[in-house]
């Protein structure tokens, strides 16, 4: 999508005038451009053509992690890792610009303690969200449930997308996973209450500043379980994973055996993988739903 001066202007109001446009490519359906405005800042902008929701869930998203993050006073820097929405409406979205730095060990540690504080804040009194939900441009049924994890997690998460994907699945691969949703209850390890949790915390989706932190960006924020964003991660790998996962475990304890679970968290965005990419994520697909069961022996 071509995106203008004068819209961005438009959008963010106040007088404020675009002075160049830098255009940085594509993800998913969106492209993602950075601009200059005549006060001094840059910011980013996420737009699209015309998809209903989308930006309105993310900006919902990030305004509920900070609202939650900024009430419990204990990220210690201030502020919660969430950016500031600036403005969004159907065709874009913008956020201030954060110019990258380098994911350092303090940064790390810094990161698990204020994404400890973010999930432990004002928790939501269920599971999903009181808005449409979105995991990258795929719909994410977000209806609040008061029930416990795992069946919201089975109904909500797995079986949707376990149907999405099917088309690249092999009959053994989608009984494979069907064997998970019907010991979701013996797999899913002690009851937690819900957390605000990021709901797609792959490594991609933190930004480490140069300010020394790290910043969450483009969530499927909800009610959820706080071990998923923890268990995306690790499914493709985060800079100093093991201090984010030992300054978290330490500033709010997580249950025994988490890092046997971390299959089971995984497995929905890794079915969204399928879903979106086709058969390249079957094989990681199938030994997590693997690795999930493997708790029962």
Same mark, same amino acid.
């Given at each position: 999508?071509?995106?203008?001066?004068?819209?961005?202007a438009?959008?963010?109001?106040?007088?404020?005038?675009?002075?160049?446009?830098?255009?940085?490519?594509?993800?998913?359906s969106?492209?993602?451009?950075?601009?200059?405005?005549?006060?001094g800042?840059?910011?980013?902008?996420k737009?699209?053509?015309?998809?209903?929701?989308v930006?309105?869930?993310?900006?919902?998203?990030?305004?509920?992690?900070?609202?939650?993050?900024?009430?419990?006073?204990s990220?210690?820097?201030?502020?919660?890792?969430?950016?500031?929405v $600036?403005?969004?409406?159907? #065709?874009? +979205? &913008?956020?201030?610009?954060?110019?990258?730095?380098? !994911?350092? *060990?303090?940064?790390a =540690?810094?990161?698990?303690?204020?994404?400890?504080?973010?999930?432990?804040?004002?928790?939501?009194?269920a599971?999903?969200?009181?808005?449409?939900?979105f995991i990258?441009?795929l719909?994410?049924d977000?209806?609040?449930?008061?029930?416990?994890?795992?069946?919201?997690?089975?109904?909500?998460?797995?079986?949707?997308?376990?149907?999405?994907?099917?088309?690249? $699945?092999g009959?053994?691969d #989608?009984? +494979? &996973?069907?064997?998970?949703?019907?010991e979701?209850? !013996?797999? *899913?390890?002690?009851? =937690?209450?819900?957390?605000?949790?990021?709901?797609d915390?792959?490594?991609?989706?933190?930004?480490?500043?140069?300010?020394?932190?790290?910043?969450?960006i483009?969530?499927?924020?909800?009610?959820?379980h706080?071990e998923?964003?923890?268990?995306?991660?690790?499914?493709?790998?985060a800079?100093?994973l093991?201090?984010?996962?030992?300054?978290?475990?330490?500033?709010s304890?997580?249950?025994?055996g988490?890092?046997?679970?971390?299959p089971?968290?995984?497995?929905?965005?890794l079915?969204?993988?399928?879903?979106?990419?086709?058969?390249?994520?079957?094989?990681?697909?199938?030994?997590?739903?693997?690795?999930a069961?493997?708790?029962?022996?």
């Amino acid at each position: 999508m071509r995106v203008g001066r004068e819209a961005i202007a438009r959008l963010l109001g106040g007088g404020v005038r675009v002075e160049s446009i830098t255009d940085l490519g594509t993800s998913h359906s969106w492209t993602l451009h950075r601009a200059s405005l005549s006060d001094g800042r840059e910011v980013f902008v996420k737009a699209a053509p015309d998809q209903p929701g989308v930006f309105a869930a993310e900006a919902a998203g990030l305004r509920w992690l900070a609202d939650g993050a900024a009430s419990s006073g204990s990220s210690g820097s201030g502020s919660p890792p969430v950016p500031e929405v $600036l403005a969004e409406d159907d #065709r874009m +979205l &913008i956020l201030p610009w954060l110019p990258q730095g380098t !994911a350092t *060990a303090s940064a790390a =540690e810094r990161f698990g303690r204020e994404l400890a504080a973010m999930h432990s804040a004002a928790p939501p009194a269920a599971y999903g969200a009181p808005w449409k939900g979105f995991i990258a441009d795929l719909p994410l049924d977000n209806t609040p449930t008061r029930g416990d994890w795992p069946g919201w997690y089975a109904e909500r998460r797995l079986e949707p997308f376990l149907h999405r994907a099917a088309v690249h $699945l092999g009959t053994g691969d #989608r009984r +494979l &996973i069907e064997r998970v949703i019907e010991e979701i209850d !013996a797999l *899913a390890g002690p009851p =937690e209450p819900p957390s605000r949790i990021h709901g797609d915390l792959w490594s991609g989706n933190v930004l480490w500043t140069r300010e020394g932190r790290a910043m969450v960006i483009d969530p499927a924020a909800h009610g959820g379980h706080r071990e998923t964003d923890l268990a995306m991660l690790a499914l493709f790998g985060a800079p100093h994973l093991d201090r984010v996962l030992a300054a978290y475990d330490e500033t709010s304890p997580l249950a025994d055996g988490w890092r046997d679970r971390m299959p089971l968290h995984q497995l929905h965005p890794l079915l969204v993988h399928v879903a979106l990419f086709g058969a390249a994520y079957r094989s990681q697909t199938v030994d997590a739903a693997g690795a999930a069961l493997a708790a029962l022996r």
